[in-house]
């Protein structure tokens, strides 16, 4: 006769038990000769030592189907009892030959929607740092982060940096209530609406607490070296050319960087040029780096989007930067 503990960190425990701990009560019905007692996050087991070896085996496959998939439901885990880890096997099957991206919010499937997002995608395998460049609904933060947050599901980097400079878009930041982190939130708000859409609640709290993911003005990158990770710079367009390059040297071992922007949408000082408009003249013959233009035909948002972008491109005049040179937008 023995005694485990395992502790279920950073998952939501009704995620894994069922609101009325109706997941528990199957696995006690799998497993009458195992005492099986649920306190918060921890689930105490006792009985002999083979059947709790094995139930801790069959256990580790839930917390992995529920990793993978976002949910996890009666049906899914009497399979698990009787398949091991197919499903698992199957769903990554399906990662390397489609679209998908990985499972989300109870258990939404993420996928590239669009021909430049899939070329992201793509992109991504092949390069360790991308541009991608396009206007406002196009999916490029969002499909950036859904690749960063890929990655560290499956243990290619150890965390994520986002970042964004913290520019004024018409708007005073001084007046706006609260400390410095108050102040800068409704800058960084998209990222984390992304990144609530992709993990589950308990764990990306817990990924924000012991800075697995950090979300960060472009200031705070100065003087750091990104060792094993996937580090995104978005709304890039609002970065001068020294904030860009000093962004892009913050790259470590084992990393990989994104940068996103929409260069119709500049908020800088007139007297200052968009260090995203100069890094495609600069940087697109460097090996390694890759370049992703999206347009009009990638919006994923209310049609009406992609009607009013075409309004505006019709209305408004190339941009053009002191120097006079085109504003790259080649979308």
Known sequence: ?????????????????????????????????????????????????????????????????????????????LEIMAHDDKTAVEATEEEKSGE?????????????????????VSSCKKHDMLFAIGPAGTGKTYTAVALAVRALKNKEVKRIILARPAVEAGENLGFLPGDLKDKLDPYLRPLYDALRDMIPPARLATYLEDGTIEIAPLAFMRGRTLDHAFAILDEAQNATESQLKMFLTRMGKSARFIVTGDVTQIDLPRHQVSGLLRSVKI?????????????????????????????????????????????????
């Open 100 to 120: 998908l991206l990985l499972y989300g919010k109870n258990g939404m499937a993420i996928r590239a929607r669009s021909p430049n997002q899939r070329r992201m």
């Open 283 to 331: 940087l697109n013959h460097i090996k390694g780096i890759d370049f992703v233009f999206l347009n009009e035909k990638d919006v994923i948002r209310h049609e009406l989007v992609s009607r009013i972008i075409d309004a505006y491109e019709g209305q408004e005049k190339p941009r053009r930067n002191p120097a006079g040179d085109d504003d790259g937008n080649e979308s």
């Open 1 to 77: 006769m023995g005694e485990k503990v395992i502790k279920i960190e950073g998952i939501h425990p009704p995620d894994i038990f069922g609101l009325q701990e109706e997941k528990l009560r199957l696995l006690k019905q799998i497993f009458p000769k195992l005492k099986i007692v649920s306190r918060g996050e921890e689930l105490i087991l006792i009985g002999d030592d083979d059947e709790l070896a094995f139930f801790e085996q069959k256990f580790q496959s839930m917390l992995n189907h529920f990793e993978r998939f976002g949910k996890l439901t009666e049906e899914h885990i």
